[in-house]
T-cell receptor, first 114, second 113 residues
Framework: DGGITQSPKYLFRKEGQNVTLSCEQNLNHDAMYWYRQDPGQGLRLIYY???????QKGDIAEGYSVSREKKESFPLTVTSAQKNPTAFYLC?????????????FGDGTRLSIL | SQQGEEDPQALSIQEGENATMNCSYK?????LQWYRQNSGRGLVHLILIRSNEREKHSGRLRVTLDTSKKSSSLLITASRAADTASYFCATDADETSGSRLTFGEGTQLTVNP
């Protein structure tokens, strides 16, 4: 089945540690996105990428980093500089070329601090 | 920053009733989209309405768009307990913003059996 796979489902971070969240898609979509969702709130854009080897900062990029070496993969690293990383992280992808396209989401990774 | 704002923040109704959620936005748009999120899961796309459309239907869903008021509404008719979820609107702005969406804060819908 085509879709987006995020792993792990739950992740725990120790103070001073960097952690990497995985996002893989087999939809052949060019654009991929990372969002952060805090309890009872909407989605805030961290980073997005419209093409391999290129990405742009979203609204809350500080303390995060990404790479886009392959079309299928868009990993997110939560660095030790992110002082409040506890949140639900969602990855999405979208076909580009036609702006009237929805985004497709994975099932998220819940990150907590130990 | 979030430009979509949903109203109400929370809505509780009985099974069989209709549920109406509203969304307001601030800038010009190419389209507006509605998504659903079950607790602890990712978002699922429900319906997309283009800026030149005024109304769109999909099953029990009806979406309206008023670009002069910069607002949209989502109506779910004959609601079911399984419709319990959070609903988000998202705006796709004009081409200068690339292909990113801007999400609102969501409406938490509870349908009581």
């Amino acid at each position: 089945d085509g879709g987006i796979t995020q792993s792990p489902k739950y992740l725990f971070r120790k103070e001073g540690q960097n952690v990497t969240l995985s996002c893989e898609q087999n939809l052949n979509h060019d654009a991929m996105y990372w969002y952060r969702q805090d309890p009872g709130q909407g989605l805030r854009l961290i980073y997005y990428s419209q093409i391999v080897n290129d990405f742009q900062k979203g609204d809350i990029a500080e303390g995060y980093s990404v790479s886009r070496e392959k079309k299928e993969s868009f990993p997110l690293t939560v660095t030790s500089a992110q002082k409040n990383p506890t949140a639900f992280y969602l990855c999405a992808s979208r076909r580009v070329g036609n702006s009237n396209q929805p985004q497709h989401f994975g099932d998220g990774t819940r990150l907590s601090i130990l | 920053s979030q430009q979509g704002e949903e109203d109400p923040q929370a809505l509780s109704i009985q099974e069989g009733e209709n549920a109406t959620m509203n969304c307001s936005y601030k800038t010009s748009i190419n389209n507006l989209q509605w998504y659903r999120q079950n607790s602890g899961r990712g978002l699922v796309h429900l319906i997309l309405i283009r800026s030149n459309e005024r109304e769109k239907h999909s099953g029990r869903l009806r979406v309206t768009l008023d670009t002069s008021k910069k607002s949209s509404s989502l109506l779910i008719t004959a609601s079911r307990a399984a419709d319990t979820a959070s609903y988000f609107c998202a705006t796709d702005a004009d081409e200068t913003s690339g292909s990113r969406l801007t999400f609102g804060e969501g409406t938490q819908l509870t349908v009581n059996p």
